[in-house]
């Protein structure tokens, strides 16, 4: 055999990396290390998994061509088909319907069958993806159901791989372990092996909104668990592999801030990984802020992005889901009257006569007023209509300007977009900015190439970028 050659690739797996955060939670005084699981050869952390189900199964009578059954998300069942395309056995992969098609199509590349179930159903429903795959492994012979939500081993693997992998790489050097909770099999085996070695060790769950965890843990009490988007972590029911008595603190976060954090990870740190990691760092940057300490914290990644491309990196699909804010592009009306400082709003009323008017144009340096009623405008005056008005003879300087006001004018928000105003600039002399029915300012041509002008790149800059 060549030298140093490995006998399989299932001999790859482990041995990943840790790597320190460098911008993501700098903002802290601690220092944030990540484990990259998603460097297994299966692509994620259940590959230890996968790896010690089997040895067990093994040992308990399991033979080449025997079928194995599991519900997963994805993750255990891609790990569970590349050990079995390499020892002889088939696989029926059970999911829930949220799952990314790319998931669904990896574990079919590897031969597996794989059966699709609803996810807003009750565990207990006979067409939940936990229910349907108990029923596939009864009904089926020489089958072995993996069972990861029950199944010891699956915290034992994280016990016996992950930890002492983890210990042996840092020399037990960090001060807090946080990961995902969802089958509890990581924060179960590697927080038991941490604890064993460093009893004052703090080890931190992360729980999606809408996984029953976080309150049963803050309040002791089980609520309605609800659907969410994030894939891999999270529960509807308790996992018999999950030790909840091993937490220090559990940490809550949002489907938009582990898909927001899972896009920062990769753009900010070069770290591409799924969703489930995004979500374990959002929860470790809220521990450092909230904590305010200056420790080493160690963050479990336990899969890679690639599965995750119609999805989290999709911008149409996370705009559709509300989960990526508007481009900043130009930015808005009311960044567009902050540049122009706090000058006070000169405005007139209807009743302000022409002489007054020409009187406060000169006065202030200024082209046009606003004609207001009650804080509100009503109309538009500048000098040239003044001009026209009093070469026109038909007005005297003691006429009111109400009857000479103009409506050459858009009314905008703040929020108005400076791409919008733009447009409404093109049309109108003004723009008059109104919120909750009053005027708060006036943006005149000149006002959008000044706040354009400042936005630009220096020359020299634009330069180099063209």
């Not at 010891?152 to 210990?167: F, L, V």
């Not at 007054?356 to 209509?385: F, N, W």
């Not at 003004?430 to 909750?436: F, G, H």
Request: aromatic share 8%; proline share 5%.
């Amino acid at each position: 055999m060549m030298h140093g050659a490995l006998e399989d690739i299932t001999q790859a797996i482990g041995n990943t990396p840790i790597v320190k955060l460098r911008k993501i939670g700098s903002d802290t005084p601690a220092e944030i290390y990540v484990k990259c699981e998603f460097l297994n050869p299966g692509g994620s952390h259940k590959d230890r998994l996968a790896r010690n189900l089997l040895r067990r199964a093994e040992e308990t009578g399991l033979k080449p061509g025997g079928t194995i059954i599991e519900a997963t998300s994805g993750n255990t069942g891609a790990s569970l088909a590349l050990l079995a395309a390499l020892r002889g056995y088939k696989c029926v992969f059970v999911m829930p319907d949220k799952m990314s098609q790319e998931k669904i199509q990896h574990l079919r590349a590897f031969g597996a069958k794989v059966v699709v179930c609803p996810t807003a159903v009750e565990p207990e429903d006979p067409r939940s993806y936990y229910s349907v795959s108990k029923r596939i492994a009864a009904e089926t012979e020489n089958g072995f159901f993996a069972n990861q939500y029950h199944n010891p081993a699956n915290p034992e693997a994280h016990y016996i791989s992950s930890g002492p992998e983890i210990w042996s790489q840092t020399n037990g050097d960090f001060d807090v372990f946080v990961a995902g909770m969802g089958t509890g099999g990581t924060i179960s085996g590697c927080g038991q092996y941490f604890r064993e070695r460093k009893p004052e060790i703090q080890i931190v769950g992360v729980d999606p909104v809408g996984s029953l965890y976080y309150d049963f843990v803050k309040t002791g009490r089980i609520t309605k668990p609800f659907s969410y988007k994030v894939e891999g972590i999270g529960e509807d029911f308790f996992p018999t592999t999950m030790n909840l008595k091993i937490l220090d603190e559990i940490v809550r976060v949002d489907d938009k801030e582990c898909f927001l954090m899972t896009r920062d990870l990769t753009r900010l740190e070069g770290l591409f990984v799924g969703g489930s990691g995004g979500a374990a760092v959002a929860g470790a940057v809220k521990y450092a802020r909230m904590t305010k300490k200056s420790q080493k914290i160690l963050v479990f990644l336990c899969d890679g992005g690639h599965k995750y491309m119609s999805k989290i990196f999709n911008d149409d699909w996370m705009r559709e889901n509300g989960f990526l804010d508007e481009e900043p592009g130009l930015g808005t009306v009311r960044d567009l009257l902050a540049s122009k400082g706090s000058r006070n709003l000169v405005t007139v009323t209807p009743t302000t006569t022409v002489a007054q008017a020409i009187e406060t144009l000169k006065k202030h340096g200024i082209s046009q007023l606003p004609v207001c009623e009650e804080g509100r405008a009503v109309g538009l005056v500048a000098e040239i209509e003044l001009l026209r008005h009093l070469v026109s003879g038909h007005k005297t300087l003691n006429s009111p300007v109400g009857e000479l006001a103009s409506s050459d004018y858009a009314t905008v928000t703040p929020n108005t977009k400076i791409e919008l105003l733009k447009s409404v600039l093109a049309d109108a002399k003004v723009a008059m900015v109104e919120e909750q029915d009053q005027l708060a300012g006036i943006v005149a041509k000149i006002d959008l190439i000044d706040f354009l002008a400042k936005l630009a790149p220096p020359m020299s800059e634009r330069a180099l970028l063209g």
